[in-house]
């Protein structure tokens, strides 16, 4: 399958916005403008951009927790401010500026951001067979890192949703870390896409560098499973460029990643491999790109405009315990 230029340009326009945003919250974070903590895509941000832009509104989707989810989200067409009110404790925030990081934005069909990694195989397998049994054309894109898929329920769900015939795709954004362990410390195989074969399943890795090559995966993926036929496990080898999250040390096991590793791998930034690739199929020109970054700054001007602006949520002692659930 090949993209068309408009798909092109719809994926490359959410790359740059992804950046931008992440970038903005990176920085935020660090003057104390963001409620809790930020897990900073740069790098890493390709997969969830070509993994979201050609999803149906009603479509689920669960991000992955790096960067987020921001570029999951915006790709799916979901306004990021009420998200940046939301990380600012705003009233106007997704979720009346209650949770921070652990947000839903269920008019969008993103439910739950939890902090407990790999929380979304169980949940995933639930909405692929509510679609399935409705008989609606609908998928669920469960996105995740490598890391998840050391959890028990990772395999409970790839078994079922293989079983089942349900409309998941197993979308695997594979940094090669853990926070500070290495992948191949906590597999035993080099690609965990591998897991699916044993079940089964169809599997494809792809670079997860290159915003085009993963979209068409994720294209025929997400085809597959609105076709009615079943769940593909998509393996993006990513890159993490920053530490894992923001004030704890960028370290591999005990030692700090060493300054040539971190060369090599700001070789492959996404943002730069996708404005090449631009250029040389024509189809943008530099102007072109130059005005897709300025609309970007824009829009994040604007969203920390708008949630800087926006009523400080206070809510209530009794407002606060209704939504708390105590046997
Ligand atoms: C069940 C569970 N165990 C451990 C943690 C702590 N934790 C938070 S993020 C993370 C690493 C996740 O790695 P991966 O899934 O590869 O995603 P990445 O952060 O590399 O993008 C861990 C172990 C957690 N949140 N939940
Ligand atoms: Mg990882």
Not at 75 to 89: P, R
Not at 138 to 159: F, I, K, P
Not at 201 to 213: K, S, T
Not at 244 to 268: F, Q
Request: proline fraction near 4%; aromatic fraction near 8%.
């Amino acid at each position: 399958m090949s993209l068309s230029r408009e798909q092109m340009r719809t994926l490359f326009t959410n790359l740059v916005r992804a950046n931008h945003y992440d970038a903005m919250m990176y920085s935020r974070v660090l003057r104390g403008e963001l409620i809790a903590f930020y897990h900073p895509a740069e790098g890493a941000i390709a997969p969830g951009v070509a993994a979201c832009s050609f999803l149906n509104a009603d479509d689920n989707l669960s991000p992955h927790h790096r960067g987020h989810g921001i570029a999951h989200m915006l790709s799916k067409g979901i306004d990021i401010k009420y998200y940046l009110a939301e990380h600012t404790g705003k009233e106007s925030g997704c979720c009346g500026g209650r949770s921070a990081f652990h947000f839903s934005f269920p008019d969008h069909k993103v439910y739950m951001m939890s902090g407990y990694i790999g929380y979304n195989f169980p949940v995933s397998v639930g909405w692929g067979w509510a679609a399935k049994r409705r008989n609606q054309r609908q998928v669920v894109m469960n996105c995740s890192g490598d890391g998840s898929y050391g959890q028990g329920r990772a395999h409970e769900a790839l078994l079922m949703a293989q079983n089942m015939t349900l409309p998941i795709i197993f979308f695997c954004e594979n940094n090669g870390m853990a926070i500070h362990s290495r992948a191949e410390d906590m597999h035993p195989t080099q690609d965990i896409s591998s897991l699916a074969q044993g079940y089964g399943m169809p599997a494809v890795v792809v670079d997860g560098q290159d915003v085009f090559a993963v979209a068409e995966v994720a294209l025929a993926a997400i085809d597959r499973a609105r076709d009615g036929k079943g769940a593909t496990f998509v393996e993006c080898k990513t890159l993490r460029f920053k530490e894992h999250d923001v004030g704890t040390p960028d370290l591999s096991g005990w030692a700090r990643r060493s300054d040539e590793e971190m060369a090599e791998i700001h070789k492959r930034e996404p943002v730069t491999l996708a404005t090449e690739r631009m250029l040389a199929d024509g189809v943008m020109t530099q102007a072109e790109i130059d005005s897709v970054h300025e609309a970007a700054a824009a829009e994040v001007e604007e969203a920390e405009r708008f949630a800087d602006s926006s009523e400080i949520a206070r809510p209530s002692r009794d407002e606060l315990l209704a939504g708390v659930f105590a046997p």
